[in-house]
T-cell receptor
Framework: GAVVSQHPSWVICKSGTSVKIECRSLDFQATTMFWYRQFPKQSLMLMATSNEGSKATYEQGVEKDKFLINHASLTLSTLTVTSAHPEDSSFYIC???????????FGPGTRLTVT | QKEVEQNSGPLSVPEGAIASLNCTYSDRGSQSFFWYRQYSGKSPELIMFIYSNGDKEDGRFTAQLNKASQYVSLLIRDSQPSDSATYLCAVIGDRGSTLGRLYFGRGTQLTVWP
């Protein structure tokens, strides 16, 4: 149990375009989902926390107009990178948790390359 | 803000040895601690969590927590080459706006050589 999927697993896009990444909890209801970004050789950096039906809470320094997060249901959250630039190229990982547990279940990640 | 410190390594041990990974945290009130393993190019996977002082064993893995000294460690017995990965220590936020949020250390890279 406790499986989180992400789609796509990798994507290449041109500078200036937008990319949407989906995060789904397959067998549980995720009241909270987290979005992380990881650059090579670095640890995970939390970008934002989203609770179902509420606006996402962004970490300091993360542009909310650039990284749009929607958590419209208990099984789906999306991250849209708008007007992507090469410096947005990174590994984006989501995680999800239920209301009754601290444990976070991680998705497999999405590797974004902006050319 | 919760600070989590880990030696970045790399830590290199021979196959069959015990690998010891250490982590310290800044918030004395922290209650819950997690160890994740991350293979290169993959997302983290949970190895163990620990809430209480002392040792917690799961197979070849033992987590140790000392809240008075504010450190948590992970021991890997009979290390295997497949254990070669980056190990991330994480502390969970347990109040207010930090509730449920994980604070990660930078990770320790472990290499087990045959």
């Amino acid at each position: 149990g406790a499986v989180v999927s992400q789609h796509p697993s990798w994507v290449i896009c041109k500078s200036g375009t937008s990319v949407k990444i989906e995060c789904r909890s397959l067998d549980f209801q995720a009241t909270t989902m987290f979005w992380y970004r990881q650059f090579p050789k670095q640890s995970l950096m939390l970008m934002a926390t989203s609770n179902e039906g509420s606006k996402a809470t962004y970490e300091q320094g993360v542009e909310k107009d650039k990284f749009l997060i929607n958590h419209a249901s208990l099984t789906l959250s999306t991250l849209t990178v708008t007007s992507a630039h090469p410096e947005d190229s990174s590994f984006y990982i989501c995680s999800a948790k239920t209301a009754s547990s601290y444990e976070q279940y991680f998705g497999p990640g999405t590797r974004l390359t902006v050319t | 803000q919760k600070e989590v410190e880990q030696n970045s390594g790399p830590l290199s041990v021979p196959e069959g040895a015990i690998a010891s990974l250490n982590c310290t945290y800044s918030d004395r009130g922290s209650q819950s601690f997690f160890w994740y393993r991350q293979y290169s190019g993959k997302s983290p996977e949970l190895i163990m969590f620990i809430y209480s002082n002392g040792d917690k064993e799961d197979g070849r893995f033992t987590a140790q927590l000392n809240k008075a000294s504010q450190y948590v460690s992970l021991l890997i017995r009979d290390s295997q080459p497949s254990d070669s990965a980056t190990y991330l220590c994480a502390v969970i936020g347990d109040r207010g706006s930090t509730l449920g949020r994980l604070y990660f250390g930078r990770g320790t890279q472990l290499t087990v050589w045959p």
